[in-house]
């Protein structure tokens, strides 16, 4: 038996959730992963729900704590703020990829935990994104565009390597888990923040002097 029971409790359930889905993953299957006694997931989680609303928890919780360190540096431009909020988000997922993947499978399902998760979590994130893009549209830095439909942009940039991984791996040759696969498209999404986002010294507004 591991030291860390809960730990690998988590560890194997999402593993298992990842290969044979959360209807097709028994306690018992979770249990033999984990190597651990059946009733330690009771213990822990009360029941396969349970463990299911912790992993929810265990992302988003880390998930939005990487948000707000981007966050955290509005003052410094909305720009580098955006920026350091994809860069932050980007990383998180590619170090936790089963999780990542997992997470946002059971996100496009409709049940009640996700809609708890859309009225909490989702709301915070959306906050974050808007607070940033409204500032840099303020600044000058940023278009005056559709702040929702770029949050619909930003969420689909960040999520599409992670839902669809295998025609990432399969047909673009991809791997999402390896460290450079998060520099590099770190880098292709700020060129996008930069292109589509941000306003081109040409597009600033000139402003005119008396003397």
Same mark, same amino acid.
């Given at each position: &038996? ?6 690998? +409790? ?12 959360? $209807? ?18 009771? #213990? #822990?989680?009360?029941?396969? *729900?349970?463990?299911? @609303? *912790? ?9 939005? @704590? ?12 909305? @720009?580098?703020?955006? !920026?350091?909020?994809? =860069? *932050? ?6 170090? *936790? /990829?089963?999780?990542?993947?997992? +997470? ?5 399902? =409709? ?16 906050? #974050?994104?808007? !607070?940033?893009?409204?500032?840099? &549209? ?5 278009? $005056? ?43 292709? &999404?700020?060129?996008? /923040?930069?292109?589509? /986002? ?10 005119? /002097?008396?003397?």
């Amino acid at each position: &038996m591991r030291k860390n029971s809960k730990a690998a +409790i988590m560890d194997a359930a999402i593993f298992l959730f990842n290969t044979k889905g959360f $209807n097709g993953t028994s306690v018992r299957d979770i249990a033999a992963k984990a190597e651990v006694n059946s009733a330690n997931i009771s #213990y #822990y989680f009360q029941n396969k *729900n349970g463990l299911l @609303e *912790n992993c929810f928890t265990a992302f988003f919780e880390s998930y939005l @704590e990487e948000l707000e360190k981007g966050f955290s540096l509005l003052d410094c431009g909305a @720009e580098i703020c955006l !920026k350091a909020m994809v =860069d *932050n988000v980007l990383r998180f997922q590619c170090e *936790n /990829i089963q999780l990542t993947r997992f +997470i946002l499978r059971e996100m496009t399902i =409709d049940s009640q935990v996700v809609r708890e998760i859309m009225s909490t979590y989702h709301v915070k994130e959306r906050y #974050y994104f808007k !607070k940033v893009l409204e500032r840099g &549209m303020e600044t000058g830095e940023f278009r $005056n565009l559709s702040v929702q439909y770029i949050i619909l942009q930003l969420k689909s940039l960040l999520s599409m390597p992670f839902l669809n991984t295998h025609y990432v791996t399969e047909v673009l040759h991809i791997l999402p888990h390896e460290q450079y696969f998060a520099a590099k498209y770190s880098k292709e &999404m700020s060129q996008w /923040i930069k292109g589509t /986002i941000c306003l081109d010294l040409q597009e600033q507004p000139k402003v005119l /002097i008396n003397i």
